[in-house]
């Protein structure tokens, strides 16, 4: 077995793409959020028949 250890990419981003990254990321939550349709429209199915 292996015993490598990766580098961290979080360490090698700057302050500013950090700052986009945030921004993005609440956007895309905010996104979600906004647009349950799939999940609120959902209905349950009837379980399979046994045969």
Known sequence: MHNT???NAWLD???EELEK???FAQDYT???SENKTERE???PTEPASES
């Open 13 to 15: 981003y700057t302050p």
């Open 41 to 43: 429209n959902a209905q």
């Open 30 to 32: 905010r996104f979600i």
């Open 21 to 23: 990254l945030e921004a």
């Open 5 to 7: 250890k990766r580098k």
